[in-house]
């Protein structure tokens, strides 16, 4: 981290591909990178993370400047890029590796993504069950280079959802 106040949020949507674009295009969001959270392995690649097998979620980590945006928007941004309603799948992508999951780094970031979660079961937004996880944030590992900022790169600004 660049600067000692930026503060890091971690977030598996889907295709980390559309979901890292969505963050990288955010005010305050400073840093951006794809890679693969939740799992068992150590250091990860690509075609063990598709395997599922290893736990792993596609995840994007974001570093962010806390006098620019907050987390609370970051977590705004999370739930509109993605369908928290659907298990292990977005889209085409089917696997666990694929889940909606948001994981946090502390305590006030853990709070702030269970009272995200309260407000829209109850009001009414998505007509079915939430299935998002909440976990404290693990080990992070950055996917292999051709995958970070994939749909920048290659003149794309979305992925399929």
């Given at each position: 981290m660049a600067n000692k106040k930026w503060q890091i949020?971690?977030?598996?949507?889907?295709?980390?591909?559309?979901?890292?674009?969505?963050?990288?295009?955010?005010?305050?969001?400073?840093?951006?990178?794809v890679g693969y959270c939740g799992g068992m392995?150590?250091?990860?690649?690509?075609?063990?993370?598709?395997?599922?097998?290893?736990?792993?979620?596609e995840s994007v980590q974001v570093t962010f400047d806390p006098n620019e945006t907050t987390y609370e928007q970051l977590?705004?941004?999370?739930?509109?890029?993605?369908?928290?309603?659907?298990?292990?799948?977005?889209?085409?992508?089917?696997?666990?590796?694929?889940?909606?999951?948001?994981?946090y780094h502390n305590a006030e970031q853990k709070s702030a993504a269970e009272k995200s979660k309260q407000v829209l079961e109850k009001n009414g937004k998505y007509p079915n069950k939430i299935v998002t996880q909440i976990v404290p944030a693990v080990t992070?590992?950055?996917?292999?280079?051709?995958?970070?900022?994939?749909?920048?790169?290659?003149?794309?600004?979305?992925?399929?959802?």
């Open positions: 949020a971690t977030f598996g949507a889907g295709c980390f591909w559309g979901v890292e674009e969505t963050f990288r295009k955010l005010k305050g969001v400073k840093e951006s990178m392995l150590d250091n990860p690649t690509y075609e063990d993370v598709c395997s599922g097998i290893t736990g792993h979620a977590l705004e941004a999370f739930w509109h890029c993605h369908n928290p309603m659907s298990l292990n799948r977005q889209g085409p992508d089917v696997g666990t590796q694929y889940r909606s999951v948001i994981f992070f590992y950055r996917a292999e280079e051709y995958h970070q900022q994939y749909l920048s790169k290659r003149g794309s600004g979305a992925c399929h959802y």
